[in-house]
């Protein structure tokens, strides 16, 4: 009986901290570019309003393409309970070279004021996009050094694109 309750254990822990994120491609945009105005607004309260979090991933008129991703998943609230949550990410991209040339990440729930906090860069600027790229190589790391922790500097998501 004790095998078989650690067995279990083993398996709802891998369930809930080994979890693969899919972050699913919603769209695509040429000839644009990221809103930077809206992300250096995320340390003031007022992105909290007229969905100001939501409106900064949609993409700007510019040279580049936009990928715009939502990865959904299930997990632990600061209240204890479990509860759907939605990391939306954008990507710059070089339409000639396919390289990913910057990118933001955010959590839409995220219950810690500002919502800098939360807000992770891409430093990774030589890898491609594709199918199946592992979110781990474009080596987040959050953007606000002051709400830094060692455990939270850089993003560790294990997730992966998907663009189909």
Same mark, same amino acid.
């Given at each position: 009986?004790?095998?078989? &309750?650690?067995?279990?254990? #083993?398996?709802?822990?891998?369930?809930?901290?080994?979890?693969?994120?899919?972050?699913?491609?919603?769209? *695509?945009?040429? %000839?644009?570019? #990221?809103? !930077?105005?809206?992300?250096?607004?995320?340390?003031?309260?007022?992105?909290?309003?007229?969905?100001?979090?939501? *409106?900064?991933?949609?993409?700007?008129?510019?040279?580049?393409?936009? !990928?715009?991703?939502?990865?959904?998943?299930?997990?632990?609230?600061?209240?204890?309970?479990?509860? &759907?949550?939605?990391?939306?990410?954008?990507?710059?991209?070089?339409?000639?070279?396919?390289?990913?040339?910057?990118?933001?990440?955010?959590?839409?729930? =995220?219950?810690?004021?500002?919502?800098?906090?939360?807000?992770?860069?891409? &430093?990774?600027?030589?890898?491609?996009? %594709? %199918?199946?790229? %592992?979110?781990?190589?474009?080596?987040?790391?959050?953007?606000?050094?002051?709400?830094?922790?060692? =455990?939270? *500097?850089?993003?560790?998501?294990?997730?992966?694109?998907?663009?189909?």
């Amino acid at each position: 009986m004790q095998k078989l &309750t650690t067995i279990i254990f #083993i398996l709802i822990c891998n369930l809930t901290f080994g979890q693969e994120k899919l972050y699913k491609l919603i769209s *695509k945009t040429e %000839n644009s570019d #990221i809103d !930077y105005k809206s992300f250096r607004s995320f340390d003031d309260f007022e992105i909290y309003k007229n969905d100001g979090l939501k *409106k900064a991933f949609e993409p700007k008129k510019g040279k580049s393409e936009i !990928y715009f991703f939502i990865a959904e998943y299930k997990g632990d609230s600061f209240d204890g309970t479990r509860k &759907t949550f939605h990391d939306y990410l954008i990507l710059k991209v070089d339409p000639k070279s396919e390289l990913i040339i910057d990118g933001f990440q955010y959590t839409l729930e =995220w219950a810690e004021p500002p919502a800098i906090s939360d807000l992770y860069r891409v &430093t990774e600027k030589n890898q491609k996009i %594709n %199918n199946g790229l %592992n979110l781990n190589f474009l080596k987040m790391e959050l953007v606000e050094q002051e709400y830094v922790s060692e =455990w939270r *500097k850089e993003l560790k998501d294990n997730g992966i694109l998907k663009l189909e």
